[in-house]
């Protein structure tokens, strides 16, 4: 079984619409989640950042944490094509710790 | 946000050739740099895990004489990818702790693509 598991799409929704994104993973040990959004070609750049289960919210994204179900989401609302790239989930157990990345989902918004 | 910079952004190389992969941190000072290897429609692979003024630490699988890394200065990790082959052909990224910020954050450059005919 992988570290985490992320379905990798593609998505293809609308201009406008709600997204939902979403990672589960294995190991309970993890405390730190990342959400990198990764245009084609490009290096990942760094969305969000939570530590431990709750929310949070930035402009149009918010994170959820869900440590009981090792389960984390990322909703971006009024999605844009601006958005179309691929997003990452990541986490780690400690500060300092190695990164364990998904598979990343491709996301496509429609104009 | 911190930026971080790749060198070259793409190279092409014949079978058996060294391609050397620069790294560096532009406005911060990175004790810790990290590289990755990314196949298509694949996630990060972290190939190693490269501290400045030691030894690189290898991830399981990773053949450390034929990715040599060097770590010589706060700004700057480097890869040798040698004698590589065909196999050897992906998108390489490096990543880097910012150390003066608590060193929570990684913050990825732009990649290398990397093409072995």
């Known amino acids: 079984q992988k570290e985490v598991e992320q379905d990798p799409g593609p998505l293809s929704v609308p201009e406008g619409a709600i997204v939902s994104l979403n990672c589960t993973y294995s190991n309970s040990a993890f405390q730190y989640f990342m959400w990198y959004r990764q245009y084609s070609r490009k290096g990942p750049e760094l969305l969000m950042y939570t530590y431990s289960s709750g929310n949070k919210e930035d402009g149009r994204f918010t994170a959820q944490v869900d440590k009981s179900s090792k389960y984390i989401s990322l909703f971006i609302r009024d999605s844009q094509p601006s958005d179309s790239a691929t997003y990452l989930c990541a986490m780690r157990g400690s500060t300092l710790g190695r990164l364990y990345f998904g598979r990343g989902t491709q996301l496509t918004v429609w104009p | 946000g911190a930026v971080v910079s790749q060198h070259p952004s793409r190279v092409i190389c014949k079978s058996g050739t060294s391609v050397k992969i620069e790294c560096r941190s532009l406005?911060?000072?990175?004790?810790?740099m990290f590289w990755y290897r990314q196949f298509p429609k694949q996630s990060l692979m972290l190939m190693a895990t490269s501290n400045e003024g030691s030894k690189a630490t290898y991830e399981q699988g990773v053949e450390k004489d034929k990715f040599l890394i060097n770590h010589a200065s706060l700004t700057l990790s480097t890869l040798t990818v040698t004698s590589a082959h065909p196999e050897d052909s992906s998108f390489y990224i490096c990543s880097a702790r910012d150390s003066t910020r608590g060193g929570e954050t990684q913050y990825f450059g732009p990649g290398t693509r990397l093409l072995v005919l």
């Open positions: 406005d911060f000072q990175a004790t810790t």
